[in-house]
């Protein structure tokens, strides 16, 4: 499964900014797919993921990003908004897929830069 993310960019603190995550076609299934950030001198870090009806968030994006799917693009969104400084960081998705639940892998996109500032 190969991972392409886009979107990032810079803007202003509270602004928005929307990241997409298309994965190619597989036959594998995709069991969830999730966005992970890592800030200058952090370790990366759970934003969000969505796994069937189950959306999951980081408590610091809570009620300001949104993770969502199309299932027909084979696409995941991040809806960010209310964006601030501490948000700078390279995002990235990933997704978990394979033949079963079990045999199921992680996979990783490249990253795309968030740059929050005035």
């Known amino acids: 499964v190969q991972l392409q993310a886009s979107g990032g960019g810079l803007v202003q603190p509270g602004g928005s900014l929307r990241l997409s995550c298309a994965a190619s076609r597989t036959s594998f299934n995709i069991m969830a797919m999730g966005w992970y950030r890592q800030a200058p001198g952090k370790q990366r870090e759970l934003v969000a993921i969505?796994?069937?009806?189950?959306?999951t968030y980081a408590d610091s994006v809570k009620g300001r990003f949104t993770v969502s799917r199309d299932n027909a693009k084979n696409t995941m969104y991040l809806q960010m908004n209310s964006l601030k400084p501490e948000n700078t960081a390279v995002y990235y998705c990933y997704a978990n897929a394979g033949p079963t639940r079990t045999t199921a892998q992680n996979y990783w996109g490249q990253g795309t830069l968030v740059t929050v500032s005035s």
């Open positions: 969505t796994s069937g009806a189950i959306k």
